[in-house]
């Protein structure tokens, strides 16, 4: 790939609201992870870019009094969808520059590790937040991948696409340029970040709202009111003092958050919500979610949407709606406790019975 390509490459990626780029080639990704890349067969290298997040489009999606967090990036229409239809458009011109199909892009729906290509083509470094820094830039970006199969020349390449910037990229082999404020890891909630550029799943909120299933009652209570996604390790990291945020990012309508209780694939609301990128996860974990932040919230007014939904042909979310009394009969609410002793009658699923009989023997604690 000629120099010449590359400027006209990277002058196309800023009309897309691109901020910084990088080419590695293909060879310098681990074996392992390229047997798992098949759609990489024909590629000698990839284009990596970086894009803004929304600029904080709203405090909330959520038509509620309830203070329930979602994460910055998530506020917005769904990523995977607007950079996903820039990248065709930018590989498209890719491919007249060149001469040559490129016809993979990829944002968040493969195999490769983002984070780890675009730190080893330069752009930036991982942080003790275990997060891509980009100099002169921060983490708070979206990064898209472009196959190519024409080779590159030397050492990876990256810069900033930003006209006011003098991008002040890493060197090959220097590997951090991460201050010792250690801000991101006295910061986070659940002492997820070891200082080392490395997160313990279990202990970090942003995953444990993606995870599946049944999570421990300790979680639960990590979790707090945040339904999808936490910033605390950003929004303290010095590197993210820079505006870099985008004020066109198209929104979705606000959503009442008894809408999640009530999902289903088929109506309108879900519909909605698809909008979002969060979707993706599917309803049982929106739907958890949802449950878990309500009843650490107390929030009475939802026992008719809970009650409803206890009826859930998923055993997992009727262990939720058994959180939800269970926390409400914790703060002295009777009926929460009568509910939650007949859920547990009810039960006929065996990890259910056993979940829920623990949560009514926490109450009687409470209560003795």
Not at 32 to 51: M, Q, T
Not at 148 to 158: N, T
Not at 171 to 183: A, F
Request: include cysteine.
């Amino acid at each position: 790939m000629s120099p010449s390509n590359l400027t006209k490459i990277f002058q196309s990626a800023r009309k897309y609201d691109f901020i910084a780029a990088g080419v590695i080639k293909t060879e310098t990704i681990p074996a392992a992870v390229l047997k798992k890349a098949d759609f990489l067969e024909e590629a000698r290298s990839l284009l990596v870019l970086a894009h803004p997040y929304p600029n904080k489009p709203r405090e909330s999606i959520f038509n509620s009094e309830l203070d329930i967090y979602l994460s910055r990036y998530a506020r917005g229409l769904d990523y995977h969808l607007v950079l996903g239809e820039k990248l065709k458009k930018l590989s498209a011109e890719v491919s007249r520059f060149t001469g040559k199909v490129h016809s993979w892009t990829g944002v968040d729906n493969h195999p490769l590790d983002e984070k780890r290509i675009a730190a080893r083509a330069g752009l930036g470094f991982i942080g003790r937040n275990s997060l891509l820094i980009i100099p002169g830039i921060g983490s708070m970006v979206f990064l898209g991948l472009i196959a190519s199969p024409i080779d590159i020349k030397g050492k990876p390449l990256a810069v900033s696409l930003k006209p006011e910037d003098n991008f002040p990229s890493l060197e090959p082999g220097e590997t951090s340029r991460c201050k010792n404020c250690q801000l991101c890891v006295t910061s986070c909630p659940g002492g997820a970040l070891s200082g080392q550029g490395n997160l313990t799943k279990e202990k970090c909120i942003s995953q444990l709202t993606q995870q599946r299933g049944y999570l421990e009652h300790s979680q639960l209570r990590l979790i707090a009111n945040h339904f999808w996604g936490c910033d605390d390790c950003q929004l303290v990291c010095p590197y993210n003092s820079y505006n870099n945020s985008l004020s066109d990012w198209n929104l979705p309508g606000k959503i009442d958050p008894r809408e999640f209780l009530q999902l289903d694939y088929k109506s309108s609301i879900f519909r909605d919500i698809s909008r979002y990128p969060f979707s993706w996860r599917g309803k049982r974990v929106l739907q958890r979610n949802m449950l878990i932040v309500i009843s650490n919230l107390k929030a009475g007014n939802y026992h008719s949407s809970v009650q409803e939904l206890s009826g859930s042909p998923s055993p997992v979310i009727r262990y939720y709606c058994g959180y939800y009394y269970y926390n409400l009969a914790a703060a002295g609410n009777k009926w929460a406790a009568d509910s939650l002793t007949s859920l547990l009658q009810q039960e006929k699923e065996p990890e259910a019975r056993q979940r829920l009989a623990v949560l009514v023997g926490k109450l009687k604690e409470k209560q003795e």
